[in-house]
């Protein structure tokens, strides 16, 4: 069983918004913060966003930053990501995934334990 399911992907105009949500599937796990990574076809998977739920931090990507919001619910180990305005036009897959060993830092995958299976975002002109 997938521990966590993202779910919010779709097809979506360039410059237009999307918010994407990933909750827990029925494992009980407690974390110590989770984040949002996307992979494009071809490309290595990259970090989007983070939070921490001890301080409430949150991390972003020079790429997204000014435009993509993380927030979540950390009991829940709940994790949303809004973004808005959405660009480039191209795929990605985007995954969410929770620290549950309290990684110093959230912006590579090895600092992450459990993961999604991911939703498709499609951005066309």
């Known amino acids: 069983q997938v521990p966590l399911v993202e779910s919010g992907g779709g097809l979506v105009q360039a410059g237009g918004s999307l918010r994407l949500s990933c909750a827990a599937s029925?494992?009980?796990?407690?974390?110590?913060?989770m984040g949002w990574f996307r992979q494009a076809p071809g490309k290595e998977r990259e970090f989007v966003a983070a939070?921490?739920?001890?301080?409430?931090?949150?991390y972003y990507a020079d790429s997204v930053k000014g435009r993509f919001t993380i927030s979540g619910d950390g009991p829940r180990n709940a994790v949303y990501i809004q973004m808005n305005p959405l660009k480039p036009v191209g795929t990605a897959v985007y995954y969410c995934?929770?620290?549950?060993?309290?990684?110093?830092?959230?912006?590579?995958?090895?600092?992450?334990?459990?993961w999604g299976q991911g939703t498709q975002v499609t951005g066309v002109a």
């Open positions: 995934a929770a620290d549950m060993h309290a990684a110093s830092i959230l912006a590579f995958p090895a600092d992450y334990d459990l």
């Open positions: 939070i921490r739920w001890s301080v409430g931090s949150t």
């Open positions: 029925g494992r009980t796990f407690s974390s110590y913060g």
